[in-house]
């Protein structure tokens, strides 16, 4: 058609490893938010809503903060899934795509067992950090009751 000069690069890139990772672990998130938000009370909405709390407000204060949960539990899904994709970062991010999983296997493929030793402890060392950051910042277990 002429719209474009040259072929557009869309496979190995950053963009690529990006738009696949969301959308394979996209579901996970929205999975974990809608059951969440399937197990409201709605009395809860009711009640903000005949104190005369408008739409937005009733998100914000009330609907928001009961789906803490839903969200805690998709945020750690889904960085930690993201933690562990080789194989998308692989296919789609190519040779020059090097994060720090791809590091770790070629440490080990290539028989340098410190260094895979030393990058592996980074991984989980900084799992462990930022999923404790995401726990602290959304504080999923101010959260009590049944939700019935």
Same mark, same amino acid.
Do not use: C
């Given at each position: 058609? %002429?719209?474009?000069?040259?072929?557009?690069?869309?496979?190995?890139? @950053?963009? +690529?490893?990006?738009?696949?990772?969301? @959308?394979?672990?996209?579901? $996970?998130?929205?999975?974990?938010?809608?059951?969440?938000? +399937?197990?409201?009370?709605? !009395?809860?909405?009711?009640?903000?809503?005949?104190?005369?709390?408008?739409?937005?407000?009733? &998100?914000?204060?009330?609907?928001? #903060?009961?789906? @803490? #949960? %839903?969200?805690?539990? %998709?945020?750690?899904?889904?960085?930690?899934?993201?933690?562990?994709? $080789?194989?998308?970062?692989?296919?789609?991010?190519?040779? !020059?795509?090097?994060?720090?999983?791809?590091?770790? $296997?070629?440490?080990?493929?290539? &028989?340098?067992?410190? !260094?895979?030793?030393?990058?592996?402890?980074?991984?989980?060392?900084?799992?462990?950090?930022?999923?404790?950051?995401?726990?602290?910042?959304? !504080?999923?277990?101010?959260?009590? %009751?049944?939700?019935?």
């Amino acid at each position: 058609l %002429g719209v474009i000069d040259a072929p557009l690069d869309l496979l190995y890139s @950053t963009e +690529a490893v990006v738009v696949g990772l969301m @959308t394979i672990l996209l579901p $996970y998130m929205v999975i974990s938010i809608a059951n969440t938000l +399937a197990g409201l009370d709605q !009395r809860y909405e009711e009640a903000a809503q005949a104190l005369g709390a408008g739409p937005i407000r009733t &998100f914000l204060h009330v609907t928001l #903060p009961l789906s @803490t #949960p %839903g969200i805690a539990s %998709g945020v750690l899904l889904v960085f930690l899934l993201t933690l562990s994709a $080789y194989v998308t970062i692989a296919l789609l991010g190519g040779p !020059r795509s090097k994060l720090l999983v791809s590091l770790i $296997y070629d440490s080990v493929v290539s &028989f340098h067992w410190p !260094r895979a030793a030393a990058l592996a402890f980074v991984l989980l060392a900084l799992a462990l950090v930022l999923s404790g950051l995401i726990l602290a910042v959304l !504080r999923p277990a101010r959260v009590q %009751g049944s939700g019935r």
